[in-house]
């Protein structure tokens, strides 16, 4: 079973919709979440860190639900400049033993005017 | 500006040949990781430093080494370049073993290996 899955996509959604993404991580201990967005041919970005009570940033809501082990991403009023692709993130949660951050395979969004 | 440096950015190689991929931060950051990406396969992540001091052995290490050669700088060989090592290598950067708080990652480097 994999750490992360996500919604493979692709999305393609003309600008201005709202658009959501999904994933669900395996590991009931992992402590920090993340989305990051990565363009084409590009490294990989921190979108938002993602935290239990839910957070915003602009047009940009992550939710998080420990209970089922979900994580959401909703993008309002998309923008051209949101085509990318949206890698979830997770922590191992091992605590001070070695850790790292697995991440999804990512969904590719389109945003067309 | 501070962040993660990789070099070089674009290289090709015959197979047989080895070469050595460079990374250093200038952010303090205690632990770093090299990754690899390719197309439907996600970033898988080959070894990892989480000190100064320290290596181990992420998901795919096999045909790899590595060298923390001082807090700033971790290095990736690839003694032998075989055409399955093509792909695009990303270094990243962590405050902390944990990763509480994400990852800084290089601009990459594209590998082909023919």
């Known amino acids: 079973r994999k750490e992360v899955e996500q919604d493979p996509g692709p999305f393609n959604v003309p600008e201005g919709a709202t658009v959501a993404f999904n994933c669900t991580y395996s590991?009931?201990?992992?402590?920090?979440f993340f989305w990051y967005r990565q363009d084409c041919r590009k490294e990989p970005k921190l979108l938002m860190s993602?935290?239990?009570s839910g957070n915003e940033d602009g047009r940009f809501t992550a939710q998080l639900n420990r209970a089922s082990q979900y994580i959401s991403l909703l993008i309002r009023d998309s923008k051209l400049s949101d085509s990318a692709t949206y890698l979830c993130?997770?922590?191992?949660?091992?605590?001070?033993?070695?850790?790292?951050?697995?991440f999804g395979r990512g969904t590719q969004l389109t945003v067309w005017p | 500006n501070a962040g993660v440096t990789q070099t070089p950015k674009f290289q090709v190689l015959k197979t047989g040949q080895s070469m050595t991929l460079q990374c250093a931060q200038d952010m303090n950051h205690n632990s770093m990781y090299w990754y690899r990406q390719d197309p439907g396969m996600g970033l898988r992540l080959i070894y990892y430093?989480?000190?100064?001091?320290?290596?181990d052995k992420g998901e795919v290490p096999n045909g790899y080494n590595v060298s923390r050669l001082n807090k700033r700088e971790f290095s990736l060989r690839l003694e032998s370049a075989a055409p399955s090592q093509t792909s695009v290598y990303f270094c990243a950067s962590s405050v902390e073993h944990t990763a509480l708080y994400g990852y800084t990652f290089g601009s990459g480097t594209r590998l082909t290996v023919v």
């Open positions: 430093s989480a000190s100064e001091g320290t290596t």
């Open positions: 993130v997770v922590n191992d949660g091992r605590g001070s033993t070695l850790g790292r951050l697995y």
């Open positions: 590991n009931s201990a992992s402590q920090s």
């Open positions: 993602v935290y239990s």
